[in-house]
């Protein structure tokens, strides 16, 4: 670097980096960052090294200032490539944590597609006559649950839909035609009945299921009878256990 201080007299030319490395000493600009910040302490003892004694008297020590901050920006730039070779640019630092606390990679998965419903069609309106008693646990509830066999599919979206008849003491009916997903825990109301035909909901989503009100309901449902899903025959599989009886609500009577 040619560099001509201020003052009267020249400076005394800089000692090279090179003269305090041993002969033998490798660089390695490839592999860990950990060599690349070796790298930067020796130049870092460089500067360290350029003083006062270095400058002829009467000089500024503006050469001096001036390599101190070329050298600083060579040290930036040793360790910033010396971290991207080494691979670390792209780990996160939950994957810093689990390396150092487990001494190896994290795995990063894939994630699957995004689940999408498929396409839903109302069934026939259902005959009360051929309804199954559903043995659900409602707790205190006095509502009778009855599923409609015809109505039983299960999609290749993984949702069980059916149509469902809720009776009251008094003798009222509320018909609905829904659909459950195991393996998220939801539940969708489709459509209701009026008249004797189904009537769509305007705003119908999936909602997860709670145990709570009547929704226990739909935790019966899916914890005792739908879920998890038969591997095969799912349809004549879900019938036979939609008439079995409870072992929940046995157990409860027994009390």
């Not at 000493?25 to 020796?42: E, K, W």
């Not at 780990?91 to 419903?117: F, I, N, Q, S």
């Amino acid at each position: 670097m040619a560099c001509h201080p201020r003052g009267r007299r020249r400076a005394r030319p800089a000692p090279g980096i090179e003269s305090h490395l041993p002969e033998n000493h490798a660089f390695p600009f490839i592999g860990p960052a950990g060599g690349f910040l070796n790298v930067a302490r020796a130049v870092k003892q460089q500067i360290g090294a350029l003083s006062s004694d270095d400058v002829g008297p009467g000089m500024t020590l503006h050469c001096t200032g001036l390599m101190k901050k070329t050298m600083r920006t060579a040290i930036f730039l040793f360790v910033w490539v010396g971290w991207l070779l080494s691979g670390r640019a792209g780990a996160t630092p939950a994957d810093e944590e689990y390396e150092e606390l487990y001494g190896e990679e994290v795995l990063h998965v894939e994630e699957r597609p995004a689940w999408k419903e498929g396409r839903v069609r109302l069934p026939p309106y259902p005959d009360a006559a051929r309804a199954i008693p559903v043995d659900v646990d409602l707790g205190q509830s006095a509502y009778r649950v009855l599923i409609d066999p015809d109505s039983i599919t299960v999609g290749e979206d993984s949702v069980v839909r059916y149509t469902l008849l809720l009776q009251s003491p008094g003798g009222t009916t509320n018909v609905f035609y829904e659909g459950l997903r195991c393996t998220a825990g939801q539940y969708r109301r489709y459509a209701y009945g009026v008249d004797g035909r189904f009537k769509l909901f305007p705003r119908s989503k999936w909602r997860y299921i709670r145990r709570v009100g009547m929704e226990k309901l739909h935790f019966s449902l899916a914890g005792d009878f739908f879920c998890p899903l038969p591997e095969r025959d799912k349809v004549a599989r879900l019938i036979r256990r939609l008439k079995r009886p409870n072992p929940k609500t046995d157990f409860a009577d027994q009390e």
